[in-house]
């Protein structure tokens, strides 16, 4: 099975500076707006950097290595090489609850799409 969760954050530049409450009717009403409900579980915000980061972002980042090159935008403290660097940062998860692989926000769906299948096959042929 696969899903998506969404944990959005208050770093980043304030991106998200709406409170937990107003997140979804944001979404629905103005941004995209016309009723739009998310299809994926939208969770509170927390911190994936820093001291207070959530310990998932802890363990998903410790797990994958580092993607991306930058961190010109990094205000945070501690700043570590493996940080979270922007929005829409993604993570594969695999069905034994181990983190699998990350992606830079900036990768195309397309190849997002090629890794998570050839992932798939691998797990077929394990199980074969």
Known sequence: M??????????????????????????????????????????????????NEHALFTILKNA??????????????????NEIKWNFEKFLVGPDGRPVMRWFPRVSVSEVRADILKYFRQLVQKAD
Do not use: S
Not at 19 to 47: H, S, T
Not at 66 to 75: E, I, M, N, S, Y
């Open 64 to 81: 994958c290595p580092p993607v991306g090159d930058h961190t010109k935008r990094l205000f945070w403290e501690p700043l570590r090489v």
């Open 2 to 51: 696969l899903f998506r969760i969404e944990c959005t954050t208050r770093g980043f530049g304030m991106q998200e500076p709406g409170k937990n409450n107003e997140i979804l009717p944001a979404l629905k009403y103005v941004r995209p707006g016309n009723g739009f409900v998310p299809n994926f579980q939208l969770f509170e915000k927390v911190d994936v950097n820093g001291v």
